[in-house]
């Protein structure tokens, strides 16, 4: 364990590099999110007043799309899918299988130092535009609603990073996997509800994406706090979230192990 | 004198043919490759009008622009955006690297433009193929708004396009030259990626004020494609509209040529 923290530690000054970087990307992410928002209040401004679309009022609509933005700087990968992919295209992993240190929680620790460094510079510009939106940003309906907020907020980040995980394993069998993560990050764009509410979708799709880890990784946290999703539906959409978790670590742990296989260390 | 721009004019229309013909043989050599990021193109094409017809299941006109007409109105910004693609964004994301190995010099030293060269060095083929699905999306969707577009305001919709494309170019330019002070410029260049999401929106669902003003008359992205759409839609409310892209895509271009000649004076070399 104590080796894990100080890959961390590691990890952390190793990012801190990054922090402009980060304050660029978190700055102009905001472009689009206003664009979005304008589009949201122009159709709600011919609605007229008290309206309503997919049953979100307009002040529960925007904040979808803030806490959107908040699960995103905390939980989204940023440079690891590719950096696990480099490390084993150029044979860098080698090192990995003679020392007593697992890949995976390696891995897994600078994702989270990646994740601190990115979460506290991004509060700046994040916090500075809700601020500016407070009349539209809600607080936590009650208090289970905050308490599984954090649950599911850190559930779907390790679903997150097991997905990454995987997919950047495939550089075990392609030689360019950037196509792949795009592919999917493609899809997990719409069917996590990152573009809009899964409720906004006609009703069979929206049901048939909720049978997909998608939704466990933005919209199902994102609800929760809303307060859409209470009482029973919660604790067995935080059930159904673990077992993602442990699906995607399951996943992650048999691809390595096939992976091993067929590695034949190229330039290590 | 005539004679001597057309002659430097055909030099370098062949020197962009023999850097196609590069581009053909390093691409053919990872096919699939070469297929799967028509793909990844493609689905995010696809993504971007998911989005627009779920919005439209939700109501019928956005800031007056009906559901078909955004459809063109996308297709338009991704045209412009794969066209961007196809000539410029893979040599404008180099040139920070460019810079930091010191390949730079080497590229000056050549007999040849060196803006011309650093900016279309690479094409991105996948990218026309991408740009000519985009042109069948507009299509359909102007069948479907039984649009009957004349010669002239065919000729309009290339021409603002070509604006458009000016303004992307000369902006990501610009923002790649910052890679002269800063080695890390390639966030920044990555960070242009997020302008073109609010291309593709139409104008009039923006409110007048600071946002609205900064993207039409800073950067010019509520101009780029919604301007071309409103040429071949019929909702253009005044011919200055058109005068106003053209004359943005003119003060970008200029502006970013200014600083490159700037930049390449104050610019000293990283190697040797």
């Known amino acids: ?268 | 004198m005539k004679g001597s721009t057309m002659k430097s004019a055909t030099r370098l229309l062949s020197l962009y043919g023999a850097m196609w013909r590069n581009s053909v043989t390093r691409e053919m050599s990872f096919k699939v490759n070469f297929l799967l990021w028509i793909v990844v193109e493609l689905l995010w094409f696809a993504l971007q009008l998911a989005f627009m017809s779920v919005l439209y299941t939700h109501t019928d006109s956005i800031g007056g622009w009906s559901k078909w007409e955004v459809v063109l109105l996308v297709g338009c910004s991704n045209f412009i955006q794969q066209l961007f693609t196809a000539f410029f964004l893979t040599n404008l994301t180099e040139i920070s690297e460019h810079i930091r190995t010191g390949r730079l010099d080497f590229m000056l030293l050549l007999p040849v433009n060196t803006r011309f060269l650093v900016s279309l060095r690479k094409v991105d083929l996948g990218a026309y193929v991408n740009a000519a699905c985009a042109l069948v999306v507009i299509g359909y969707a102007g069948h479907r708004l039984h649009l009957t577009p004349s010669a002239g305001q065919l000729i309009g919709f290339a021409v603002l396009c070509g604006a458009g494309l000016t303004v992307h170019y000369s902006l990501m330019f610009l923002l790649s030259g910052v890679a002269f002070w800063t080695v890390r410029a390639q966030g920044i260049v990555f960070g242009y990626y997020n302008l073109f999401n609010i291309a593709r929106l139409p104008d009039s669902a923006f409110p007048r004020g600071a946002f609205k003003a900064f993207f039409t008359f800073g950067l010019p992205m509520l101009l780029v494609s919604n301007v071309p759409s409103k040429v071949l839609v019929g909702k253009l409310e005044s011919p200055w509209e058109m005068a106003l892209l053209i004359g943005m895509a003119a003060a970008c271009f200029g502006v970013s040529e200014a600083f490159w000649r700037w930049s390449l004076r104050h610019y000293t070399s990283a190697s040797s």
């Open chain 1, 1 to 268: 364990m104590r080796k894990y923290l100080h890959v961390f530690a590691i990890g952390i000054q190793n990012t801190l590099v990054y922090r402009v970087n980060f304050l660029f990307r978190a700055a102009f992410g905001l472009i689009p999110l206003t664009g979005t928002l304008f589009v949201w209040r122009s159709i709600y401004g011919q609605k007229g007043e008290g309206a309503s679309v997919g049953g979100y009022p307009i002040v529960v609509m925007v904040s979808y799309y803030l806490l959107v933005t908040v699960v995103d700087a905390l939980t989204a990968v940023a440079e690891d899918d590719w950096q696990i992919a480099a490390d084993i295209k150029d044979g860098n992993i080698s090192q990995f299988l003679l020392k007593p240190l697992d890949y995976l929680t390696y891995r897994l620790s600078l994702y989270l130092s990646g994740r601190v460094i990115y979460t506290t510079v991004a509060m700046i510009p994040v916090s500075l535009f809700i601020l500016y939106l407070r009349a539209f940003f809600l607080p936590p309906t009650d208090s289970p609603a905050l308490f599984g907020f954090i649950l599911s907020v850190i559930l779907a980040g390790l679903l997150q990073f097991f997905i990454a995980y995987s997919m950047a394993l495939l550089a075990f069998w392609v030689l360019d996997v950037s196509t792949f993560i795009f592919i999917q990050f493609a899809f997990e764009y719409i069917a996590s509800g990152h573009l809009f509410p899964l409720d906004l979708l006609p009703p069979a799709l929206a049901t048939a994406l909720r049978l997909t880890p998608y939704p466990y990784l933005c919209y199902f946290p994102v609800s929760v706090y809303l307060g859409r999703i209470q009482g029973p539906e919660l604790i067995q959409g935080l059930a159904i979230q673990a077992a993602w978790v442990a699906a995607g670590y399951g996943l992650a742990r048999w691809m390595w192990r096939r992976g091993i296989r067929k590695y034949s260390a190229v330039g290590g």
